[in-house]
């Protein structure tokens, strides 16, 4: 099991006391499979999925990660393993502003001590970006950015791809098409998928769908 | 709704009190500096005034000798049985121990009333102050300075200059030693018709109509502009953290602006409501700013008392009184001050279309087409300084030349770093350190303002320091050949004078007069030295151009040397004829350097000199002795002739007053640059503080990828110290061309001497480690705010919302 989380609780101190937003979550995901996470929005989605990339920490619980429970780990540590093995996708601000397409193409691969330049070439033209390598991300379109952002993900191979409404900033026709791109790139470098959205239509796509309501899983 | 719109607008700094007190700390600085200086330069001009108009002068038509000699006292006496309305005067300057002062010799019975500085001709005054050993006026201060001498009884008056006594003429004449001299003649304003032509009854004497400014006005010209400069540079730098501080200000509330504006307030009003949230803020920093500023200058002032009266001898009080022109002045600068800061932001306000999209980076993201235009003003102003170094003259043409140097530099920093960040991010190999390089570039539009702050106050610095250790080791060395004698010794009266002479005859290698009178020549103030012939001269004199065998033709009594600041002063030459005091003339055979002297000097034989003026006072001698014996010689002269301690000074003794003399002289710009230096490493705070706020949609991402915080706050801190390093490289060049300017046109202009320049690596040093410090100390808060950071604060940058 690649991903297994147990009893996961979190809690955000607030103006009216502290917030529950997840409360005893447990979930796993094997290598190699899509899961979709969906729920209202608000719902602790994006929680969820920092806690599982080590932006965060949860208040109780475990993550086991690659079989290493990450909770209680320093931040280097924490650091090390978002570089060795996760990839995220965020729904914007994705990409670094002072480098061009291809530095942040190869950005996380190189961090990560991966580099591959011909995997890179070919996912470059396979996403449609070869010819605006030498561009900055704020000359790109936002469907052009996030396939930026998918590409520099697979770019480093990480076990486990972390999407957080890959698609929500774009619409429907671009947003369906970075998906499909995503969803086979994904399939091709055999890394698991944890996809947070809250379209039925998308979650339906993955190999199973989970939902978060009043932080549990239903 | 007016009413609404103000409180609106001013919450905004509730909620960010930081960047309130940046904006007031920016403009108070920079207005206390400006105002220091001008308090400063305020009271040494009222004291000059005062000097100025002593005895009427800037009111009554004097007439004088026009080689600015003393005449006979017969002239008086001639032109009152003439029918003329005058009234003598004379005027010297001697020695109360060690107190120097000017004394004036008026003749109460004759005194215009403009005149009156003192009325001594009532009741019991009149007689003490005519009759022996007669009665000394001082100001409180010269009164106090002459409590432990030994002179006539001292009055306290109030209104006379410092350093001025004031005496009856037959009383000053006995005092300087000139028996029956006066030195000019005061005109009644109004004469009596049918008088007797004055070309008949006194030949050689001019008229000089009444001036307002007297000599020490203009010679210490130079000097004050060379503060107002400083102060002026030292506002600049200020105002650059005001710009910045307002610029982030509008930023930041233009929801505000556009919401006020969709609400139906028009343009205009809200134009003038921010007008007046910028005129309390600017009369409130203007209030502290003043209040400072005189912190600052009564802090100052002392040293640049001491510089004012070894360097011109001009006598200025070491204590500030208030002003009301400085506070006024201060307020105004200010307030223009701050108008022109917030103008780039009031002026993109009026232009906000009403709907615009608020584009929270927009105005740090500098476009390439202003970069291109401010690398055009730079060419521009540089090739400007090109031309005035090439065809310019005056001090003026000097300050232009500086003015747009400095600011061409800085014009052209942003450029100059772009380039070397671009250079450097190729070099560098690995994703982090190009990122590094890419993101110090992508943060210059944003920075480099308070960069080019930072650079003017560098640049200044090195010019500054480079032109003050040049001069200094120049001074020193010349001090060495100057000072060639053992001793001086200062005889009390010409009979006492004799006798030392003569017991010295035996005693020592050589007795060397140093005999001088003061006179005009060529139309300056100088003195007339005589020198006897002895290898004391003729190995060490420090002589910049001569005729060759230049001594035998001074022994000879053929030609005359004159100082630096005369020739250049009066562009004279080798083989030029000037006329001395009485008429004669003699002809230039060479120049010496005489640093530190005010006034013109001209070098004679001493046979010469006293073939001409027969009544030189022959009290000083220079004295020639082994080295190791000078000491025993002195005490075996003060207990021989009972002479006062400073009647009798070593070389040495001589060297280090000299020499702190010239310390002081440099202590306030040193002052001045490392206030400048504060200021630009406040302004580079400001900005960095800025900024942090809106770098958290950059970092995030590489965060997010696998970089801690702690790892990103040390890039940040780093590359604050990178841009300070890089801005430091860029400032050595400046200060070099800052101090050949300084020390090629700007001392020539402003003390008439001009010095070769010497380079101080080590003191660069020592500078880019004070920047590097300063960078550090301004870089330090936000980073340290970053590596402290919450996760959740970083993941806000992805969250939906924004
Ligand atoms: N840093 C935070 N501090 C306080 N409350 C937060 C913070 N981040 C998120 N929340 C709250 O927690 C809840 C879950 O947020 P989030 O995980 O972003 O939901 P989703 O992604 O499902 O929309 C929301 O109510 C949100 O307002
Ligand atoms: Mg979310």
């Known amino acids: ?218 | 709704m007016v009413w609404t719109g103000l409180t609106a607008l001013l919450s905004h700094w509730r909620r960010r009190p930081v960047q309130l007190a940046m904006l007031l700390l920016g403009l108070s600085l920079a207005t206390a500096l400006w105002s220091a200086v001008q308090a400063i330069n305020g009271e040494a001009r009222a004291s000059y005034d005062r000097a100025a108009a002593i005895l009427g002068q800037d009111r009554l038509a004097q007439l004088v000798r026009e080689d600015g000699a003393r005449m006979d006292q017969q002239v008086f006496v001639r032109l009152r049985r003439a029918g003329w309305l005058v009234s003598p005067v004379i005027e010297g300057e001697m020695r109360f121990g060690d107190v120097r002062l000017r004394v004036l010799g008026i003749d109460p019975l004759t005194l215009p009333p403009q005149a009156q500085q003192v009325n001594v001709a009532v009741g019991d005054e009149l007689l003490p102050f005519i009759t022996a050993p007669g009665v000394l006026y001082a100001a409180p201060e010269t009164a106090t300075r002459l409590t432990e001498q030994a002179t006539p009884p001292v009055r306290v008056a109030e209104g006379l200059p410092p350093g001025t006594v004031l005496t009856d003429i037959g009383q000053a004449q006995v005092l300087l030693g000139a028996k029956d001299k006066i030195s000019r003649l005061l005109l009644w304003p109004d004469q009596p018709i049918g008088r007797a032509p004055l070309k008949v009854t006194a030949p050689g004497l001019t008229l000089r109509q009444p001036s307002e400014t007297g000599d020490l006005a203009r010679l210490t010209d130079s000097f004050h502009l060379n503060l107002t400069a400083f102060g002026f540079l030292a506002f600049a730098v200020g105002l650059f953290i005001v710009h910045s501080a307002i610029g982030l200000a509008f930023e930041q509330r233009r929801q505000v602006f556009r919401t006020l504006r969709a609400l139906g307030l028009p343009a205009r009003v809200l134009v003038l409501l921010l007008i007046a949230e910028l005129l309390i803020f600017a009369l409130l920093a203007g209030l502290v700013g003043v209040a400072l500023g005189y912190v600052v200058a009564s802090a100052l002032l002392p040293d640049v008392a001491a510089t004012l009266r070894g360097l011109y001898g001009a006598d200025v009080p070491g204590t500030l009184s208030i002003r009301p022109a400085v506070w006024a002045a201060g307020l105004a600068i200010a307030v223009i001050g701050t108008l022109v800061a917030a103008a780039q932001s009031l002026w993109r306000l009026w232009h906000l279309p009403l709907l615009a999209a608020a584009q929270p980076r927009a105005w740090a993201r500098a476009s390439e087409r202003a970069l291109r235009a401010q690398g055009v003003a730079a060419m521009v102003l540089l090739l400007t300084a090109a031309g005035i170094a090439q065809f310019g003259s005056g001090l003026e043409a000097g300050f232009a030349l500086l003015a747009a140097l400095l600011l061409g530099a800085a014009l052209a920093l942003p450029l100059v770093l772009t380039g070397i960040l671009q250079l450097g991010g190729r070099l560098v190999r690995g994703p982090l350190a190009e990122w590094f390089w890419a993101d110090t570039r992508q943060q210059l539009p944003g920075l480099s303002l308070a960069l080019m702050a930072l650079l003017l106050a560098l640049a200044a610095n090195v010019g500054v320091s480079t032109m003050v250790s040049s001069f200094r080791l120049t001074f020193t060395g010349w001090l060495d050949q100057r000072l060639a004698a053992e001793l001086y010794v200062t005889a009390r009266t010409e009979a006492e004078a004799t006798a030392i002479h003569d017991w010295l005859a035996q005693r020592s290698d050589a007795v060397l007069p140093i005999w001088s009178v003061e006179g005009r020549v060529a139309g300056q103030p100088a003195a007339i030295y005589g020198v006897a012939d002895h290898a004391t001269y003729r190995d060490n004199w420090p002589i910049l151009s001569a005729v060759p065998e230049v001594w035998d033709r001074i022994a000879a009594g053929d030609g005359a040397l004159i100082n630096e600041q005369l020739a250049r002063r009066q562009e004279l030459g080798l083989g030029d004829q000037i006329t001395l005091p009485g008429g004669w003339r003699a002809s230039i055979v060479g120049v010496y350097s005489d640093y530190g002297n005010p006034i013109g000097q001209v070098i004679i034989g001493i046979d010469t000199l006293v073939q001409h003026y027969p009544d030189v006072s022959r009290l000083r001698y220079a004295i020639r002795i082994a080295p190791g014996k000078a000491e025993a010689l002195a005490a075996g002269l003060r207990a021989q002739f009972g002479l006062p301690a400073q009647n009798v000074i070593d070389q040495a003794g001589i060297k280090v007053f000299s020499l702190k003399v010239f310390e002081r002289t440099f202590r306030v710009t040193a002052a001045l640059n490392v206030l400048t230096l504060g200021v630009a490493g406040l302004a580079m705070f400001a900005s960095l503080m800025t900024l942090s706020g809106m770098r958290l949609p950059q970092l995030a991402p590489v965060w997010a990828m696998g970089l801690t915080r702690r790892h990103l706050a040390w890039l940040e801190l780093s590359r604050g110290l990178l841009l300070a390093a890089l801005t430091m490289l860029a400032a050595v060049p400046v200060g070099i061309a800052l101090a050949f300017v300084l020390l090629a046109v700007v001392n020539v202009e402003a003390f008439g001497w001009r010095l070769p320049m010497h380079l101080f690596p080590g003191d660069w040093a020592r500078l880019a480690a004070l920047a590097l410090l300063a960078a550090g100390l301004a870089a330090a808060a936000p980073a340290w705010r970053l590596a402290r950071l919450s996760p959740s604060d970083l993941l806000k940058v992805f969250a939906h919302e924004r």
């Open chain 1, 1 to 218: 099991m690649l991903l297994r989380l147990h009893q996961i609780d979190k809690f955000y101190p607030t103006g009216e006391g502290p917030l529950h937003v997840l409360n005893g979550i447990d979930l796993s995901l094997e290598a190699g499979k899509s899961l979709a996470l969906t729920g209202e929005s608000g719902s602790g989605k994006s929680t969820l999925l920092h806690l599982v990339a080590g932006l965060d920490s949860p208040d109780a619980g475990e993550i086991h990660l690659g079989g290493t429970n990450i909770v209680g780990l320093n931040d280097t540590a924490l650091a090390a393993l978002r570089r060795a093995t996760v990839g995220l996708v965020f729904q914007q601000f994705n990409l670094i502003p002072s480098l061009d397409v291809a530095a942040n193409l190869a950005f996380q691969a190189r961090l990560a001590g991966r580099p591959d330049p011909a995997w890179l070439k070919v996912l470059a033209k396979r996403l449609g970006l070869a010819q605006v390598l030498t561009r900055y991300p704020e000359q790109l379109s936002a469907g052009q950015q996030q396939r930026v952002a998918i590409g520099r993900t697979l770019a480093a191979r990480p076990r486990l791809v972390l999407a957080d409404e890959p698609t929500g900033n774009l619409d429907e026709a671009t947003g369906d098409a970075v998906l499909d791109l995503m969803l086979s790139l994904v399939a091709e470098t055999g890394a698991a998928l944890l996809m947070v959205t809250h379209s039925n239509r998308l979650a339906n796509r993955l190999n199973a769908r989970v939902h978060l309501h009043a932080g549990r899983l239903v």
